[in-house]
């Protein structure tokens, strides 16, 4: 009874993020109908202008890099990834550590850019890369329990949180919510701290409050470590 009851209230939260999602991303996706792959991957692999190359720091392949927190970007979403370049060129998102850069990086590609490079990462063929939990624990991080992230994932937290995977599904859901199975860990771990404290607050509203800050606030340190231990490893077609 209670489970779902849970599953219908992130649905409902879900519909109506896509909702709001609907009106303000119909254009961009028209417009995403003339990106120009060709141009994306140009920009991709060797910059433009005050734009670094993306695979500097994405990686060649755009699957991310626990060294320098940045995150996996191939097939993540590809109205989603616009969404946050034009919010990274706006100001309204702002990333702690090497992911600083992208405030300028967003900034310094038109808008026809963004969608290009976005056409592009959505072009790869679906490819997984594992975090290396092992070494990242020798290293120092705290790396939590791929089983117990594994439950939250697919089940939530009883009376506290929805299952992350009635929204994020396992392929993220377009047009608004990204992939986030092979995600980085170690941007994982970073993404959740930041929605909970509040530091990044681009997440759509419902009932004008963020989505995803609200369900950060009710996870603790280790629940976002069990989280994206088994978000930055499970490589099955489904959780
Ligand atoms: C100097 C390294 C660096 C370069 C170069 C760089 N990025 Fe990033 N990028 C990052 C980091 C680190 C983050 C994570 C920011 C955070 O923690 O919020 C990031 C985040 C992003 C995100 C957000 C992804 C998400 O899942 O929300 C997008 C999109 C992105 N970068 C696209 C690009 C594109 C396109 C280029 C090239 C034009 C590029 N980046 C170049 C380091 C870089
Ligand atoms: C009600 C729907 C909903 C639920 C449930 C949900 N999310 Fe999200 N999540 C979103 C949306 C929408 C975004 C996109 C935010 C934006 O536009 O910046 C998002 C973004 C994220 C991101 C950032 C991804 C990136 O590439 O930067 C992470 C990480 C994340 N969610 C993890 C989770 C986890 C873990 C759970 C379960 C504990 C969860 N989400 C449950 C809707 C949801």
């Not at 755009?62 to 993540?76: K, V, W």
């Not at 790869?124 to 117990?148: H, N, Q, R, W």
């Amino acid at each position: 009874m209670r489970k779902s009851t849970f599953m219908f209230s992130s649905w409902l939260m879900l519909s109506s993020v896509m909702l709001q999602s609907q009106a303000v991303f119909a254009a961009d996706a028209v417009a995403n109908i003339r990106a120009d792959v060709a141009n994306g991957q140009t920009i991709y692999n060797e910059g433009k202008g005050d734009a670094t190359a993306c695979q500097g720091c994405h990686g060649e392949k755009a699957l991310g890099n626990d060294s320098m927190g940045a995150p996996r970007l191939a097939n993540i979403g590809q109205i989603y990834v616009v969404k946050q370049l034009n919010e990274f060129a706006e100001g309204k998102r702002i990333a702690p550590g090497v992911g600083v850069a992208m405030n300028d990086i967003a900034k310094a590609l038109n808008e026809q850019d963004r969608r290009d490079v976005a056409a592009y990462l959505d072009s790869f063929e679906y490819e997984t890369e594992p975090s290396d939990l092992k070494s990242l624990a020798a290293d120092g991080s705290k790396v939590g329990k791929p089983e117990i992230g594994k439950l939250i994932v697919t089940k939530g937290i009883k009376g506290q949180v929805p299952a992350c995977q009635d929204c994020h599904g396992f392929s993220g859901r377009a047009p608004l919510i990204p992939a986030i199975n092979q995600q980085k860990f170690v941007y994982l771990v970073n993404q959740l701290n930041s929605f909970r404290d509040g530091s990044r607050a681009n997440d759509p509203a419902v009932n004008q409050f963020g989505v995803m800050r609200g369900i950060a606030k009710k996870l603790s340190d280790e629940n976002i470590a069990d989280i994206a231990a088994f978000l930055s490893t499970v490589t099955r077609a489904a959780p």
